[in-house]
């Protein structure tokens, strides 16, 4: 598919939709797209997540409200997928010893530089989520907020390393955006709100270059799949949060606003605990 692929020439997106393609393929595109796109992301919604803030989702639900990790006070707590590693500065602020991890060295570097911004000292460790550079039982609670999971067509790996980096009884908290979304147009208008899709159809949505490369691959699973996942690496389920959106709250991103968000859940957190 890509035998065209020259990395010093550009490779404009051609093509976009719906269809599967190879695992090593979809689950290698993550890095190359998070660093190539790592600034205009952050520039877009940087100021929405807060250098040092936790917010758990585009809805806007903030674990300072929510919660979900539970007491954080001298835990060790961490974060795969960070990005910039907003929710672990602002955990390390609340007494957790947290690490922040990313695949994308361009997102990483955004967390360097709030780092410098904010004067905090976030450990920052570059890792793909499905192999993590830890010893076993070395943390106390895992999470992310719509990190890593999304972007490999290999979740049970991501939740198979999280539990051998979890003690036993570890929370493993993870958001993602809610499977029912695939059914719809990613399209914040009332034209997102008829389903055009089978919510049953896991094929990945793709872009890929002109090359014939693929530029991004994003991965469905059904609330079902994802049950599965958990509770084959050893997770029991203990909550499925699905935040409302709040009145008032008129901020577009993506597919994501106020006129389905008062009709569609948007985000599903699953908040797990290790056998
Ligand atoms: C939507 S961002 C989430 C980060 C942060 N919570 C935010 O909202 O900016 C998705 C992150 O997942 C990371 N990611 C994608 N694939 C990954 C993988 N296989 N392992 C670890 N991180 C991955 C990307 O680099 C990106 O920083």
Known sequence: MSGNYNPAEPDPLADAGYREVPDAEGGAAGRGWWDANAEEYLDEHGAFLGPADF???????????????????????LEVGAGAAQCARWLGTRGAHVVATDV????????????????????????????LPFAADSFDVAFTAFGA???VPDAERVHAEVARVLRPGGRWVFAVTHPLRWAFPDDPSAHGLTATRSYFDRRPYVETGASGRVLYAEYHRTVGDHVAELTGAGFLLERLVEPDWPAGHERVWGGWGPVRGARLPGTAIFVTRLR
């Open 55 to 77: 917010v758990w989702c585009p809805e806007g639900l903030r674990e300072e409200d929510a919660g979900l990790l539970g007491d954080v006070t001298g835990r060790r707590v």
């Open 149 to 151: 999971i999304p972007f």
């Open 104 to 131: 994308s060295h361009g997102m990483l570097a955004g967390g360097l530089r709030y780092d410098a911004a904010e004067g905090t000292r976030t450990p920052l460790v570059q890792a793909d989520a499905r192999a």
